[in-house]
């Protein structure tokens, strides 16, 4: 059983500090099951790779057995291909990298840097299908080589094993975490009994990101071994949106960001400047990310122009929202075929958002973590890619106009920041340069001489 773990950030030997493995030597490891041994088969400054390479003793596997032990407990493919003894061997042997921390180069830790991981031989129980299904929501290239049952007997047809390498740009603690968690989710074997501290890794290990990766259900179903109210229980405990005493504030959040803002009527003058931009470059199809309640989505479906519009929602309540707001299930046909609701999130990788002319993501990015942020710029500018990016968010300096708003605080409680016009258009720039898109501004509400308007608007083009 085989995991090779390659940077090319330079120096790239600074994996080994990422890892606490010294390059220059090979080190082994005695686990329950056998050992493992790690070493590197490159070091150099331009590239390094790590290998985690698992000796699993197959008799000690079937040792305790009550009775005796039967032939396919001894001859099977446990000891070669990546499986719950991977996930077992990467907390005992990476531990502290899987945890993100580095004592040396916690800076380095923090930061998203080109990786590669290979696993030699991985089940794939669900094909190659439910393997991109897992990995490239979250932003990696996979590349997968399917391997015959016997190439000498081509007939016995296809296994379920892969030779699979992903790919992509990301700190080393979400690689491990992903191999960690969805490993086994491939492999569909546990080699252990799981009880509640299972749920208790699952919930720790997929915090961030499993509780909007489109497979989350699947995902906690086979981590937990099939355990149906166990996995209903992680995926309520992980899903924050899901909880309706928190939807509840989530409203009462943005009544409290309508009401500082009513008397400029900002909402509508947000929404109308998105209509206007995407009627001046032409959309189409046009996609809502973070649509929320469908306000807009009500808008852009009256207008005839708009032959194709997708709202997209982390928050499966706001979806429903939008759909009875939308009264899509009285909708004639025709109208009813321009407009789809799906349930997503804008910092893992989605296939169904991309080739559309147009994106609207309005007051959306103000919502997300900053550490996130990067994971957003990929989604939308690197993969979805659509021609035109309208993208609005809040002008901090303009706080200082509305009555009854503290200084310091900002317009809506999940607010995670609100940027001055610099700071927008620093980030914008960058942005624009990294993917190769041009980006112009435009203000949106009444300006002070001083302060700016209280909306800033990022027109992204190529």
């Not at 997708?310 to 009264?327: F, I, K, P, T």
Request: with cysteine; aromatic share 10%; glycine share 6%.
């Amino acid at each position: 059983m085989l995991l090779t773990i390659t940077s090319t950030y330079r120096p790239a030997t600074d994996l080994g500090y990422l890892l606490h493995k010294n390059p220059e030597r090979a080190q082994s490891f005695a686990l329950s099951f056998g050992q493992a041994h790690v070493f590197y088969p490159e070091a150099t400054v331009e590239r390094c790779t790590a290998a985690l390479l698992l000796d699993i003793d197959p008799v000690h596997l079937v040792r305790g057995l009550r009775g005796e032990a039967a032939l396919e407990q001894y001859v099977n493919d446990r000891p070669y291909v990546a499986s719950s003894f991977l996930s077992v061997a990467i907390a005992a042997v990476f531990g502290t990298a899987l945890n993100g921390h580095s004592a040396s180069r916690q800076e380095l830790a923090d930061t998203q840097i080109p990786l590669q991981a290979k696993l030699a031989v991985l089940p794939c129980r669900g094909g190659e299908n439910f393997l991109r299904r897992l990995f490239e929501p979250l932003g990696y290239r996979v590349t997968a080589i399917l391997h015959m049952l016997d190439e000498k007997y081509p007939e016995w047809g296809a296994s379920s094993y892969f030779s699979v390498t992903l790919e992509g740009n990301c700190r080393l603690c979400d690689l491990l975490t992903h191999l960690y968690v969805l490993v086994p989710v491939l492999d569909d074997d546990k080699h252990y009994w799981i009880g509640d501290d299972e749920v208790e890794k699952l919930l720790r290990r997929g915090r961030g990101w499993l509780e909007t990766h489109p497979e989350r259900e699947q995902i906690a179903y086979r981590y937990l071994k099939h355990q149906r109210s166990m996995a209903r229980d992680a995926i309520a405990r992980l899903v924050a949106d899901d909880v309706p005493g928190q939807d509840i504030d989530k409203a009462a959040a943005n009544d409290e960001e309508e009401r500082i803002e009513e008397r400029l009527s900002l909402h509508e003058q947000r929404l109308g400047a998105v209509m206007a931009v995407l009627h001046q470059v032409g959309t189409k199809r046009v996609l809502d990310l973070g649509c929320g309640e469908g306000r807009l989505l009500k808008m852009l479906l009256k207008d005839k122009a708009f032959e194709q519009i997708v709202g997209l929602d982390v928050s499966y309540r706001a979806l429903e929202m939008a759909r009875d707001r939308l009264n899509l299930d009285r909708l004639p046909a025709k109208q009813r075929e321009r407009i789809t609701l799906i349930h997503g999130a804008l910092t893992y990788r989605d296939k169904r958002l991309e080739g559309y002319d147009a994106a609207a993501v309005v007051e959306v990015i103000e919502h997300l973590d900053p550490p996130r942020l990067a994971a957003f710029e990929r989604v939308l500018f690197e993969f979805a890619r659509p021609n035109t990016v309208v993208l609005t968010t809040p002008n901090a300096e303009y706080n200082v106009k509305f009555e009854g708003l503290p200084a310091g605080k900002f317009r809506h409680k999940d607010h995670r920041f609100e940027w001055t016009r610099e700071e927008f258009k620093a980030w914008a720039y960058k942005v624009a340069e990294r993917f190769g898109y041009a980006v112009r501004f435009l203000p949106i509400g009444p300006e002070d001489p001083l302060a700016g308007s209280p909306t800033q608007m990022g027109i992204f083009s190529r």
